[in-house]
């Protein structure tokens, strides 16, 4: 057998949050993914069970997934001043400065937190921000 065909297959990252349904629509909104079939949200005042639990949301390719495990508590990181590190990030690139910038606004408005702003970097410019959770994520320029 070739080694290369039993590798594990990078399925998803999951993200803990005490919300579910907030941090994937956050998500969804921020990367223009869709639900997974059956984790849509419920029609207005109805009960969210899923959305107490688990959800995927996905890439028009259905190959990009994050999901988002519900938890009772969850300590906010504190990255980059010390105490509670990031322990995970997400890096979103994006091609242009002009698209960097609509995303900066695009982030804030969503619920983002600047946390980082190194937007002026001739070498990488880039800003971190933390979702409505806490976790941090990163859009920096990547052209071409």
Known sequence: MDV???FPHLRQVVLDTTNARELAEFYRELLGYTYRAGDEPPAANQPDPRGREWLVIQDANMT???????VDKLPRSTWPADGIPQQLHLDLSVPS???FDLQHQRAQALGATLVLDRSKDEQEPLRVYADPAGHPFCIFVLPG
């Not at 990009?64 to 519900?70: D, G, K, L, Y």
């Open 4 to 6: 290369s065909q039993s």
């Open 64 to 70: 990009s997934r994050i999901a988002f495990q519900q």
């Open 97 to 99: 400065i002009a698209v």
